[in-house]
Each structure stands twice: as structure tokens, then as C-alpha cells.
């Protein structure tokens, strides 16, 4: 399941840039709004999910059908070449896949003995899910076409039948009508008070700007400067991120929570830099090490946020506590920097006489690097944490919640 789930994902949205830019000549704006439909999908998730997941339907019988759907509109998406429909239909797609992300986690979680012990060796089967997708994709050359959307969606419908075969996963029954309050309580959002926690929400809100340009712009980069088999080599970002979750428990221990955000933060800035003076010749190295470095920038900020977020909240306000930094961060952080980061792209591309486009890639790399540089400033001056060490616990709990 776990597989499926982040093939499905991994299969067409990492060079979705690519094929907008290189065979539709979208503009940066246009691939960038495209890469941030699944941020919309992740603002209303939460929304459907507590409307009819836990009131309406078993929970496998509402993958198979979130996942049919999501089949076929990815696979009627591919066949398009006008922004507007193509938008329209990547945002209906979206609106599928996403609360999928979720019922996954709360499926797994249903099922099992001890969750604490089992998921993460469980949902690893889903970084290993992303990874095979690109290596495939990669080593296919099929970067700039629209066959991995098309992967993708063959995949979806797989996955769609799968799910008819998973263990029965009733509905919680609640029957009680849904509410905003069931889903952000208001115990939760009480958490800003707390002058350290609202600026950890607010610094992760603004670190998911420049984020996005990594996520919608950099395999239209390495294929645009000539990196052979740019999507296979994106993967050493997902194998990094196991490595580094199972460094945790260690660098946990000698840095804590305001320096282990920080040193994921400025891994940000640092990758930016490595992507803005690097090249495909003689300073490929430093495009690679720019890759590697993503399980700092990802486990050392988002998960240890998410520890943080475990022990700042009572027990029975953790998980909606952790929808609602996923909702800031997932949702409106990368959804504002979709945007923003199409509008930088289009700032610094000209149109050349030939049809095609030029990019200065260094100072669109330059851009979020300054931007993440001043959320560290920032973050780094206001933020103080009272949580001194934290046990093991609560890294497993992270564990279970990526």
C-alpha cells in the first residue's frame, strides 16, 4: 500500500516542470501554480477527510475510489496542452490523491499491533516507492513527456484495485455532522499563545516559500543544463532522508530542538547557493551534494517540527496539532510559494529569437537562499525552546507521523 501510495507521487510530480516547460512552453508562473495544486489538495484534505472518512465509508473502499478517480483524471490530464484545463483537472486530481496521504497513515495505523514498533518500517516502503519511480523515470529518459503522468495514473488504478483487497477498515460511526472545531479544536489553536510555538508556526510557514522551488524547478534545471538522467539522480534526496532519520536520535541528543531546526533551515540556504554556482561540468559535485543534503533540510526541520509540535501539545490535541502546522505548512506555505516561485522564474527568464527560453538560474537560485536566510535570522533571534532534550519517545513518534 505504502509503495503504491508514494509511487503514485513521485512517478509525475517531480518532472512535471519539465514536461510544462520544455514540450508546452508554460510559463515559470503556469508550472508553478501547476506544482502547487497538490498544496490546495492539502488545505482541503483535512476538510474531507473528517466529513466522510470517518462518517461515511470504510476506509479502503474510499482509497480504491479516491484512487480510481484520481486514475483517470490524472490520465485524461495527460492528454491536455491548454494551461486552464490542464489546471483544472491537476487540481481535481489533487483533491483525490491528497486525503489519500492520510487514510494510508490512519488505515496502517487501525491495523496494527503496536504502531510505534511497525509504521516506520512501513512507511519506508514508501520512500523506496518514490525512489523506484524516478529511477525508472530517469533512466527511461522520460523526463519531458507525458508518460510518467501516464505511469503515474496506471499505477493510481492499481493501486485502486489494491485497495478492494485490504483488511475491512470501518468508519468511526461518529454520525455527529461535521465541524470546523472537530478538525483545528480551538485547545489547539490556543498553542499560538505560546510566543515560541507561534513563531516556530509562522517560520515554518515562511521556510515553505523558497521550499517550493526546489520541488516545482529543480529537475526543469538539471534537464535544462545538461544533467543526464536528472530524475534518477533527484533520488539520492530520499535515500539521504532514511539516513538522516536514523541520525535523529543522535544529533537529538547534542543540539536539541532550536538547533536541529536551524541546522535544517540553513541547509536550505546552502543547497540554493550549491544549486546557483554549480554546473554540469567541472562543479557537478556541488548539484549533487545540493541533492544529498536533503534529508537535513527535510528530517532536521520538518520532523523535529513535528517532535516539537508532539511535546508542546497534550495527548489528546496532538494529532490535531499536527493537522494544523501541516495545514499552515503543506498547504498555504507551499501553495503562496508555487506561486511566488513561477513569478521568480519568469522574472529571470528571456525569450530568445529561436521560440525557446533562457533561464538565469543563478540568481533564481539566489532568491530563495536570501529568503530562507532571513526566516533563520529571524527564527534563529525569536525562537526560544523550553524543551531541553527530548526522550525517545517522541522521535518515535515523529517516525510514526512521517
Known amino acids: 500500500m505504502m509503495f503504491l501510495e508514494y509511487f503514485i507521487w513521485g512517478s509525475w510530480y517531480v518532472t512535471l516542470g519539465t514536461w510544462l516547460g520544455q514540450q508546452l512552453h508554460f510559463s515559470g508562473e503556469q508550472i508553478g501554480l501547476a506544482a502547487g495544486t497538490t498544496a490546495l489538495g492539502a488545505i482541503f484534505s483535512p476538510f474531507l477527510v473528517g466529513l466522510i472518512a470517518d462518517e461515511l465509508f470504510a476506509t479502503q473502499h474510499l482509497l480504491a475510489m479516491l484512487h480510481a478517480m484520481g486514475g483517470l483524471l490524472l490520465l485524461y490530464t495527460s492528454t491536455r496542452s491548454t494551461f486552464g484545463t490542464l489546471y483544472a483537472l491537476l487540481l481535481l486530481y489533487a483533491l483525490c490523491y491528497m486525503p489519500t496521504m492520510a487514510l494510508t497513515n490512519s488505515l496502517a495505523f487501525r491495523q496494527m499491533k503496536d504502531p510505534r514498533v511497525d509504521f516506520g518500517s512501513i512507511r519506508l516502503l514508501g520512500t523506496i516507492g518514490w525512489i523506484v519511480a524516478g529511477l525508472f523515470i530517469g533512466f527511461l529518459r522520460l523526463e519531458a513527456t507525458a508518460l510518467p503522468m501516464r505511469l503515474g495514473a496506471c499505477a493510481s ?89 536514523l541520525a535523529i536520535p543522535w544529533f537529538f541528543r547534542r543540539l536539541g530542538v532550536k538547533y536541529m531546526l536551524v541546522a535544517g533551515m540553513l541547509a536550505w540556504v546552502v543547497r540554493y547557493v550549491l544549486f546557483a554556482f554549480g554546473n554540469s561540468g567541472p562543479l557537478v559535485w556541488m548539484l549533487y551534494l545540493g541533492i544529498l543534503i536533503h534529508g537535513i533540510c527535510y528530517d532536521f526541520f520538518f520532523v523535529i517540527g513535528q517532535i516539537y509540535v508532539d511535546r508542546k501539545a497534550l495527548p489528546h490535541l496532538r494529532a490535531a496539532a499536527q493537522g494544523l502546522i501541516t495545514f499552515i505548512t503543506y498547504g498555504m506555505g507551499m501553495f503562496l510559494g508555487a506561486w511566488l516561485s513561477g513569478k521568480v522564474v519568469d522574472l529571470y527568464t528571456n525569450s530568445l529569437s529561436s521560440g525557446q527560453s533562457h533561464h538565469n538560474w543563478r540568481l533564481i537560485w539566489l532568491a530563495p537562499a536570501f529568503g530562507a536566510a532571513i526566516v533563520l535570522l529571524l527564527f534563529s533571534l525569536a525562537f526560544q525552546s523550553d524543551e531541553g532534550g527530548v526522550g525517545e519517545r517522541s522521535v518515535v513518534s515523529a517516525k510514526r507521523s512521517v
Open 157 to 245: 488504478i492499481l493501486m485502486a484495485i489494491y485497495c478492494l483487497t485490504l483488511p475491512h477498515t470501518p468508519a468511526l460511526g461518529k454520525r455527529s455532522g461535521f465541524e470546523l472545531r472537530a478538525v483545528f479544536p480551538a485547545e489547539a489553536v490556543a498553542l499560538f499563545k505560546d510566543k515560541s510555538f507561534a513563531m516556530f508556526a509562522v517560520a515554518s510557514f515562511l521556510i515553505c516559500i523558497p521550499l517550493q522551488f526546489y520541488y516545482a524547478f529543480t529537475n526543469p534545471y538539471l534537464n535544462e543544463i545538461g544533467v543526464h538522467n536528472a530524475a534518477g539522480k533527484m533520488t539520492m534526496g530520499q535515500m539521504s532522508e532514511v539516513l538522516c532519520m
